[in-house]
């Protein structure tokens, strides 16, 4: 992907926007919808684009479906060719870039004109996508991380509860290893490992975004002891070299005691951990409630044909009828308040264990870290992520990490 370069988009309008008309009055019209990796859900995605077109005479809407890793290069490619899709289904700080780029509809105006659709969506979420003080996204599925802790290993431990405390943490870690077993694994990619490094105090940027300023004692201190305790086998190695699957997989064995993810994880581990009960596993905010978000939002691209089209089809897709669908058939929260608060509901009683983890993700919002408001995330996330797997993994002391690292991220910075 070539995120370096500023996209040039067409900014083109329809003749029926140029003219004021409605919508949805004029004759046939097309718009494309880009999803990521939601091909299990063809049914009823089809099923609610039917919903949409059905009420709309002459629109057609167009789905195109891509796996995690080709999505962002198919959406350069059709970028830089002028013919993006106009929506797009995104994750984490990607809409982010593509806002910096160009790339993005700013929707703030009608956001602004539409308070009772604005309000649909948990603040919080919402601010996730907000670029240089514009919205450019709206949340389409959303999740940050937390703790899940297998209660056998605890007990083994002689430990009852969640650690509340890095100290904590580290220690409960420890008491579980074995030569079978480790204490702790986490999920890596994204910045969601940040909560350790902020529930001590280590902040990676200045407010304004301009300046490292993650290189100081503390972290080093806290590096070094994860560091140490990766080498003792405390923390899974596989914490710093596995991204999805081998994390969540090690930690479905059983033979895990802690594992740092985000809510989704909970239905992966489920259905490869057949010893996962509401008396074996416990979920649990981060110390301080810290937690990295990794969300999908819903965005409109510059270059679209119908810009008003695509928005309805957004505001369709995340009003309470759409949105309800969507999250009982793929067990996820959507950010919008009211919908969560049903689906909480009806899966208090269903899935207490699941109600348990999901019940996180819509708590102490407040306390998300690892999520700036960077339109060269990716970057600065290449600068300083691989010195920290360095130190991680025992290739680097953590002294010397932080300053390739500091020396990385402020190049990044320069160029911004």
Known sequence: MQRRQLLKSTTALSAASLLGAPAIAQGSRKITFLTWNLVHLEAQLKGWMKGFTATRPGVE????????????????????AGTPPDIIDIQGALGLEYAAQGALLDLTSRLAAEAAIKDRYEPAYLSNWVYEGANYMVPYYVSKTLLFWNKTRFKEAGLDKPPASFDAILAAADKIKSAEKTGLMTLNFDWLYWPFMRM???????????????????????????AEATKSGAINPISWTGRWVEPNEAFATGNVGMLHAHAPAYFWIKGKGPWINGDTLGAAQMPGNWATPNSHGLGVSKGSKNPDLAWDFVKYLTDAEVASDFARVASLLTGNKAVDKAQLSRIQKDDPLAFQVLSTQLE????????????????????????????????????TALADAERRVSRELRRA
């Not at 407040?366 to 290739?395: H, T, Y």
């Open 61 to 80: 809407i167009e789905w195109i479906d891509k796996k995690g890793p080709e999505l962002p290069a198919y959406y350069q490619t059709q970028l830089a």
């Open 364 to 399: 102490h919002t407040d306390r998300m870290c690892g999520n700036w408001r960077l339109g060269n995330d990716s970057r600065v996330k290449d600068g300083f992520w691989p010195e920290f797997q360095s130190a991680m993994l025992g290739r680097k002391d953590a002294k």
């Open 200 to 226: 001590n105090d280590v902040e990676l940027l200045t407010p304004d975004l301009k300046k490292a300023t993650f290189n100081t004692p503390k972290a080093a201190e806290v590096m070094t002891r994860m």
